[in-house]
DNA sequence: CTTACGATTCCC
DNA sequence: GGAATCGTAAGG
């Protein structure tokens, strides 16, 4: 079979740093359908943010950055377009830093649809070939099959030598409708709308 | 050093 | 419904 090289894909899908720093809600719902790139040994990992979540920074309870800058938020204060990693009960999450420097906003990736590299993320998963829906429905689940663990941690998404990138879509579609609903598993702010979905999209978690 | 606590997942 | 699981942050 084929394997799909980051070659076969022009450079101008590379989305730009300005992108990211907007306001964090903003960039939670226009990260919706954008494309996650994991370069690696085994092969090229694709696929479509379906849902999303905004962390608005030290005024928001439920933000890891309300604790303010420490050492685990640090990448937070740093320039937009980076990755911020962090592992919750043996599990990563994976993060977009937003707003200008110094602006902790952060978009939270909860689910993916995967496109390209699926057999290696199901090996990732360990899941056989029968699994397609549940093999990136969930922050930590999507972060097994696309290989990122705290080694990711502040990767620049718009280098095009990272081993991570965001880019545009693929495909450019029409635009599709998006839910807003409440965060998931929170327990502080937890009536804040600040969840994106693509709308009917089966790759949004459960 | 000790303790409490999750932006989760999977199994019973 | 409940256990597994472990780094982080906070308090002593």
Known sequence: MNIVQIEDYPKSLLLSQEFFSRETKLVALESLGKTLVRITEHGLLVAKIVETEAYLGESDPAAHASFGRTKRTNVLYGEPGHAYVYQLHGHHCLNFVVEPSGTPGC???RAL?????????RRLRGKDESELINIANGPGKLCKAMGIDMAMYGTNLVDPASPLQVWKP???????EVAISRRRGITKAADWELRFTLKGNPYVSK
Do not use: C, F, K
């Open 113 to 121: 649809e995967p496109l390209e590299g699926l057999d290696v993320m």
């Open 107 to 109: 978009v939270l990736i």
């Open 170 to 176: 693929l495909i450019e579609e029409q635009a599709q």
